[in-house]
């Protein structure tokens, strides 16, 4: 959408409230979802939850496909879709609901920079596991992306994402990069992310943010996955302070209603030990 | 370090000592850490088109990225970040990631995909930099590298054309410059009174924007707004890229009248609270379908060539 229609759509979707049928779409959760997109799923979920905002998860075979910018998830609300957080928190910033109003400007540009550091460094890091990694990318991503699809869809689909996503690496120049120097680069964003976080309950004062759902969303997806290697989840539990926060976060907004946060998909266990 | 280290990176203009940022992020740390580097600028070389620049040349080891070099100058304990706290550096991490998603892509559009900026300027200097017959060749491979590395990150649907995505990176960019702005504030450096690694990182992005001498220049019109960062690179400029550098900032501000002082900061504050409400003016929903009747057009005006 270009600025002038997205200012549009904002104007109209600040006249209506948040609707009960308001629906997230992500791939199959156990079959079909892979590791970044349910970080990416789950991060949204969580600020959802943190805003009280009811919405329901749907799972399709063909979210990606449907969502306005090929990525997931998207959410459905009233007559709009909208996808990915940033636009995600954008959108229920029109509303009225906004997490991050109380943040002065120091602070809120060190929330979009702890944010940004997460996308570039963690999302990389497990997009570059899943696709580049060819023993992952053979054995896990593959077969699930194209789990839905029969033969020579599967192929030419499964195929084509991991070409896409190996020219993207190519790009910013993580195709030079061994898997050594990939889970090194993750260590040292959860040191920094540790660091930040201290003994504090969320990021920033005692209000989670939406920097919070996306640390959450991450942390969580890659201690509950099962890989090939448990090496990433080891790298990540040697911070303590950021297990506990993950398991704080997901006491205090998923199970109050009840709702797994999706991590019985090939997981060791329902919940972090 | 008997030997000095040799760095290969483009040569100078337009009163920068390198016109290519990430050259600049080395020089600029290497001033700040006290390191003798020697530089060899690979203009009128093979080397424009051989060699990745910046590159590190130290007893028989090479490195390349600025990111790799500053650690390997920490290795050799020459390190700018030494009296900063843990949560400074994790700091300097997050903000390093927010110049590289957001600053990045509109500093490439900038100077290689812009068509006017390219053809006045980059591609003249480049190729007048480059020994024949590689000055074909040498702009115009950095230009289409620029181009996909931009549509590659950003450019997913539905930004399928080349102006939405424009219109995207130099939104994000403009936001980010505000960011870093509200960061700096009023003190000089950012972490303090000495300069560090993510004041390199500053630097080395925002000072060819600020000294070039653009042609179609909206991200350069916007960073001279933000006074503070125009400041910023003047004062590292100053301090440690000039012949006879002038004694340490704190000792010359010493005998500077009180009252100066105070009247600066009201000045800093005035201007910071304008900027802020003029952001809040161009952001909040009820106010942009004014503003946006006339946004479209000056981009449009912006992209095409003349």
Sequence with gaps: MSLAAEAFVGQIAAAEPWPE????????????????????????????????????????????????????????????????????????????????????????AEMKAYMELVNNMLLTAELYIQWCDDTTAAEISRPRYSSPYSWPLSHILAYQKQWEVRRKMSAIGWAGKSLEQVYEDVSQCCQALSQRLGTQLYFFNKQPTELDALVFGHIFTILTTRLTSDELAERVKVYSNLLSFCKRIEQTFFEESDQSPGSSRYSKGPTLT | MATPMELRCWGGDWDLPSVHFESLIVLAYGKFAGAKISVKPIDWTWRTITATVPELHFDGCTVIEPTKILNFLRKQRLNADYELTAKQGADTMAYIALLEEKLRPALLHTFWVDAENYINLTRPWFASHSPFPL??????????????????????????????????????????????????????????????????????????????????????????????????????????????????????????????????QLVNKESNLIEKMDDNLRSSPQHRPHRSDHRPAARSKNSTPA
């Design chain 1, 21 to 108: 049928s308001a629906t997230l779409y992500q791939p199959l959760n156990d079959e079909q979802i892979l590791l970044s997109d349910n970080a990416s799923s789950l991060a949204v979920q969580a600020y959802l939850k943190m805003c009280s905002l009811p919405v329901r998860v749907s799972c399709r075979v063909n979210a990606e496909f449907m969502s306005p910018s090929g990525k997931v998830p998207f959410i459905h609300v009233g007559n709009q879709v909208v996808s990915e957080l940033g636009p995600i928190v954008q959108f229920t910033k029109a509303k009225g609901f906004s997490l991050s109003e109380g943040l002065d400007d120091v602070q809120r």
């Design chain 2, 135 to 264: 000055n074909f060749f040498v702009p115009g491979r950095q230009a289409s590298l620029a181009l996909s590395r931009i549509m590659l990150t950003k450019g997913e649907s539905p930004y399928c054309t080349l102006t939405e995505v424009e219109g995207k990176i130099y939104s994000d960019a403009k936001e980010c410059l505000n960011l870093l702005s509200h960061r700096l504030g009023t003190s000089q450096y950012f972490f303090g009174n000495t300069p560090t690694s993510l004041d390199a990182f500053v630097f080395g992005y925002i000072a060819p924007l600020h000294k070039a001498p653009l042609s179609s220049g909206q991200l350069q019109q916007h960073l001279k707004q933000l006074s503070n960062l125009c400041q910023f690179c003047n004062v590292v400029l100053k301090n440690f890229f000039t012949e006879n550098p002038p004694e340490p900032p704190p000792a010359i501000q010493e005998p500077v009248d009180a009252n100066l002082q105070k009247l600066t």
